[in-house]
């Protein structure tokens, strides 16, 4: 028998679970790792994910079969919960190579955080197309229109006929553009826009080139190339004229620590306060407007 679930009790179990006292292993181990900059991880979850799992059935006492999903939950739900957690992991999985490094630890960091980039940014798309979906407005939005319509057979989007070429389907727009319809002129999207690239820019020139040249300095101390400067420094070369140059050392080179630790904080902020419009959205969708749409994904009954 399926165990009812109502948005009353639903309410209730949100005031007492907090990532400290009901997470998983790692929740609980890791989250002070993010709690100042990112607190909007731990809402989204406590609002938005604990719903889903078994910690909603009071029967239900073992913490493992606590964090599984309810049944009967809608699948789109339960994989904006799956890429939510695998955000807070990569992240995770950047500290640890802050605080216990390997001898790839600076090549791994910016594997995990330009990944935690792609995970926000799918986790955002999902957000919008539920959004969407709650208020009917799927139809009236430009490019999802696009999207939906180049996805469509070509057959259904136009009869073809004898000596009719059938029209080559449009290209989808990217995850970025929808996104810049979701967010419009915000400040906060435009801001994460660039610093996501520059990590994934600098990702790929650490990875896929020969060895970034560093500077040892003071014995310890290892000085890799800025983000903004990267492309200047891919051959060794550029790398042995900085060394003998305190100038350009001073500016175009940074404490590899330093940065790591740098490019994870201002992401966080980033990510904060971008989860703000996603969680603005559910808990009206929830407690506000108790829509039918939200409520029957969740299987959540209003009463």
């Not at 907090?18 to 989204?44: H, I």
């Not at 896929?208 to 420094?233: M, S």
């Not at 630790?261 to 703000?276: A, F, G, P, S």
Request: aromatic share 12%.
């Amino acid at each position: 028998m399926q165990y009812i679930v109502t948005l009353g009790s639903v309410i209730e179990a949100i005031k007492k679970t907090y990532y400290a006292n009901d997470g998983d292993y790692y929740e609980k181990s890791y989250w002070p790792l993010l709690k100042d900059r990112f607190p909007n991880c731990e809402d989204y979850w406590r609002h938005f994910v604990v719903p889903i799992t078994r910690r909603m059935e009071a029967n239900v006492t073992d913490q493992r079969k606590r964090t599984l999903p309810r049944e009967h939950v809608s699948e789109d739900i339960l994989d904006l919960a799956s890429v939510h957690y695998s955000l807070f992991m990569h992240l995770v999985c950047g500290y640890d190579h802050v605080m216990s490094p390997r001898l790839s630890s600076f090549e791994d960091f910016y594997t995990h955080l330009a990944m935690a980039c792609d995970l926000a940014e799918e986790f955002l798309l999902g957000s919008y197309l539920l959004a969407l979906e709650c208020t009917g407005g799927r139809a009236g939005v430009a490019q999802l229109a696009k999207r939906e319509d180049a996805q469509r057979p070509a057959d259904d989007r136009n009869e073809a006929s004898p000596g009719k070429p059938v029209p080559t389907p449009a290209t989808p727009p990217g995850r970025q553009g929808v996104l810049d319809e979701y967010f419009g002129a915000s400040e906060d999207w435009k801001e994460y826009k660039f610093h996501a690239k520059r990590i994934r820019e600098y990702r790929d020139a650490i990875l896929r080139n020969i060895q970034i040249g560093r500077v040892i300095v003071a014995g310890d101390i290892v000085l890799v190339p800025r983000k903004e400067h990267i492309q200047d420094y891919r051959k060794w070369p550029g790398v042995f004229l900085a060394a003998d140059d305190p100038s350009r050392l001073q500016s175009h080179f940074i404490d590899m620590k330093e940065q790591m630790i740098l490019d994870t904080e201002t992401l966080e902020v980033m990510l904060n306060k971008l989860w703000q419009r996603p969680i603005s959205d559910m808990k009206r969708f929830f407690f506000d407007d108790k829509n039918a749409v939200i409520l029957g994904k969740y299987q959540i009954t209003p009463t």
